[in-house]
């Protein structure tokens, strides 16, 4: 008996792969689709610290091949490290409109959220554009996103990408998990059911649709909030369109000489996945914080020796 059992999961194992596999190719060969509309565009950037790759990261971002569109970095303080990075790219393209946003304001526990509700507040711009700051994309990247948007059926553009690393195994170990496991199964999802959140390297809307939703203070809480946001927009009757352009981030691809990581990567994502299961604390910038059952953050606050949930 428990060799049939054995057998069908390898079995399943096989049919998923072949699957990931066809996902892929179809992905490689197809072509995002142009739009000669091209509305201005606000791009949101929040940014926290600089992890040596932030420069071209951020440079590819003015590098834009669009009519108009501003960027507007936004961090908690102005020691952080970042701000001598937007500071060098504003002297460097004098001729965009790059912004520099220092609020310290949070709405909840997710700083990263607070950031974005500090940031829209001052784009210009009714057609929005959130990028984490460890992504790297090409000229034609903004086109390429905002397009879908030109059908007032769509209400969130979401993007995946490819992970690169520069040195060390654990990056390379990072970017093989991106690469082999989750952006597979993404695109495998995509084939078996409607798309109904979002991916956190890149989401388009508009700020019509962003209000709807209760704007970033409906999701200041979560762990997920790219996930979060995708499904109340959703939630709204809009379509969340998965623009698949790939986007590159820190360094070069792993050469073919290091696919002897591959067990090594099965059996640490194994264990880590196992492990996520026991516990519901998290660490995320150096604090701790307990994740409810709905994906929301509690921070917790040390007194003493214990530890209560603020």
């Known amino acids: 008996m428990i060799d049939f059992v054995f057998l069908g999961l390898v079995i399943f194992a096989a049919v998923y792969w072949l699957a990931a596999f066809a996902s892929v190719v179809l992905y490689r060969r ?8 091209a509305p201005s565009v606000t791009m949101l950037k ?30 908690r303080h102005l020691h952080d490290p970042a701000v001598a990075v937007v500071e060098r790219l504003r002297h460097e393209f004098p001729g965009l409109e790059l912004k520099l946003v220092a609020d310290s304001r ?18 210009k711009y009714d057609t929005l554009i959130v990028a984490d700051s460890d992504m790297r994309v090409g000229p034609g990247y903004v086109r390429a996103v905002v397009g879908p948007l030109e059908d007032r059926r769509v209400g969130l553009v979401t993007c995946l990408y490819r992970g690169v690393a520069p040195y060390g195994v654990a990056y390379r170990l990072g970017a093989m998990f991106i690469n082999e496991w989750f952006l597979p199964a ?21 700020r019509d649709t962003l209000r709807s939703i209760g704007g970033f203070e409906a999701v200041a809480d979560q762990l997920a909030d790219d996930y979060m946001l995708g499904w109340l ?34 059996v640490v994502s194994f264990v880590v996945g196992i492990l996520s299961f026991l516990g519901r604390t998290v660490r995320w910038d150096d604090e701790q914080f307990r994740v409810r059952r709905d994906g929301r953050l509690e921070r917790r606050v040390e007194t003493g020796n214990r530890q209560r949930l603020a």
Do not use: M
């Open 233 to 266: 927009v959703s939630g709204r009757g809009l379509r969340a369109v998965g623009r698949l352009v790939l986007y590159r981030s820190l360094g070069q691809p792993p050469p073919w000489s290091d696919t002897w990581l591959v067990p090594l990567r099965d």
């Open 46 to 75: 929040p940014l926290r610290g600089d992890d040596g790759q932030l420069y071209e990261n951020l440079r590819s971002f003015c590098l834009q091949d669009y009519r108009s569109f501003e960027i507007v970095f936004g961090v």
């Open 30 to 37: 197809r072509r995002p689709s142009t739009s000669d509309v």
């Open 106 to 123: 949070t709405i909840g526990t997710n700083l990263k959220v607070s950031n974005l509700a500090n940031l829209v507040r001052h784009a």
């Open 186 to 206: 993404a695109l495998v999802g995509t084939h078996v059911e409607r798309l109904r959140h979002a991916f956190g390297a890149t989401n388009a809307c508009r």
